[in-house]
């Protein structure tokens, strides 16, 4: 089983729904980057998603869009959010994820990718631009020692998401609104079926659900159509409105994993 799976499964069984956090490689700036890390896994966040930075990042909303532009200005490439993401697996045991789109990685060479994510123990990567018809093409069985996490949306079919869940390792990351990442309002009762409907249908995986989440109540209100939660726009906003011991953060997490608990 995969470590990732491992980690959900055993938060799943002791009550729990596990909570991802994402933030941005070389964000806010180049050193106070593993400070925010370490606050967000240090406040209760179960698992680490780091954002490599891209200039054309599809699935993001502004806020990530922003954070990633900071990043590429401080100079933060492909090859240094590895490194980045490396140093975290040092100090903590909880699993880090990397998210990043296809160009990059195709630039910097697949082979390579793999080979410096796993010697820096990343447990797995998440590729949006990648749709399950381009699976096999592009990881061609050299993403060996990652899991590939895949995504299913709300227009995802149910066969769609069976085979969706097939590929996936890792746990299966539910979109659960349409458009790009960001901070939502409120939710409608068709985007709660849609939920309910794809967690019915994810047999081999965990699965997390993403996009949109911002408070604790959001979580309350998903919980039942998931493993777990992922949180990214509401913590990137929160550190750029900080302070420099970024304690609203610290509130913001601490409020989020709390939430998780059943």
Same mark, same amino acid.
């Given at each position: 089983?995969?470590?990732?799976?491992?980690?959900?499964?055993?938060?799943?069984?002791?009550?729990?729904?596990?909570?991802?956090?994402?933030?941005?490689?070389?964000?806010?700036?180049?050193?106070?980057?593993?400070?925010?890390?370490?606050? +967000? #896994?240090?406040?209760?966040?179960?698992?680490? =998603?780091?954002? $490599?930075?891209?200039? %054309?990042?599809?699935?993001? @909303?502004? &806020?990530?869009?922003?954070?990633?532009?900071?990043?590429?200005?401080?100079?933060?490439?492909?090859?240094?959010?590895?490194?980045?993401?490396?140093?975290?697996?040092?100090?903590?045991?909880?699993?880090?994820?990397?998210?990043?789109?296809?160009?990059?990685?195709?630039?910097?060479?697949?082979?390579?990718?793999?080979?410096?994510?796993?010697?820096?123990?990343?447990?797995?990567?998440?590729?949006?631009?990648?749709?399950?018809?381009?699976?096999?093409?592009?990881?061609?069985?050299?993403?060996?020692?990652?899991?590939? +996490? #895949?995504?299913?949306?709300?227009?995802?079919? =149910?066969?769609? $998401?069976?085979?969706? %869940?097939?590929?996936?390792? @890792?746990? &299966?990351?539910?979109?659960?609104?349409?458009?790009?990442?960001?901070?939502?309002?409120?939710?409608?009762?068709?985007?709660?079926?849609?939920?309910?409907?794809?967690?019915?249908?994810?047999?081999?995986?965990?699965?997390?659900?993403?996009?949109?989440?911002?408070?604790?109540?959001?979580?309350?209100?998903?919980?039942?159509?998931?493993?777990?939660?992922?949180?990214?726009?509401?913590?990137?906003?929160?550190?750029?409105?900080?302070?420099?011991?970024?304690?609203?953060?610290?509130?913001?997490?601490?409020?989020?994993?709390?939430?998780?608990?059943?």
């Amino acid at each position: 089983m995969s470590k990732i799976k491992e980690h959900i499964e055993s938060l799943n069984n002791s009550g729990r729904k596990a909570l991802s956090v994402f933030l941005t490689a070389g964000f806010p700036d180049n050193n106070k980057f593993f400070d925010t890390a370490r606050i +967000i #896994l240090d406040n209760g966040a179960d698992i680490l =998603e780091i954002g $490599i930075p891209f200039s %054309d990042p599809l699935a993001d @909303g502004p &806020v990530i869009q922003q954070s990633s532009q900071i990043a590429l200005q401080n100079g933060i490439t492909l090859e240094k959010s590895i490194i980045a993401a490396g140093k975290l697996t040092k100090e903590f045991d909880k699993p880090i994820i990397l998210m990043g789109y296809a160009n990059p990685i195709i630039s910097f060479g697949k082979e390579n990718f793999v080979k410096a994510a796993v010697e820096n123990k990343i447990c797995g990567v998440i590729i949006p631009d990648i749709p399950i018809e381009e699976y096999d093409d592009f990881f061609e069985n050299k993403f060996a020692g990652l899991d590939t +996490i #895949l995504l299913t949306t709300p227009t995802s079919s =149910e066969e769609r $998401i069976k085979s969706i %869940d097939l590929k996936s390792s @890792g746990f &299966v990351y539910c979109v659960s609104v349409t458009g790009t990442t960001g901070i939502r309002y409120d939710f409608s009762d068709d985007t709660l079926i849609n939920l309910e409907t794809t967690y019915r249908n994810i047999i081999k995986n965990k699965m997390m659900i993403g996009f949109g989440i911002s408070k604790p109540e959001d979580i309350k209100t998903f919980s039942p159509y998931c493993d777990g939660v992922i949180v990214g726009s509401a913590v990137i906003k929160s550190i750029m409105n900080d302070n420099n011991k970024f304690e609203k953060t610290k509130e913001l997490i601490n409020s989020l994993s709390k939430a998780c608990n059943n």
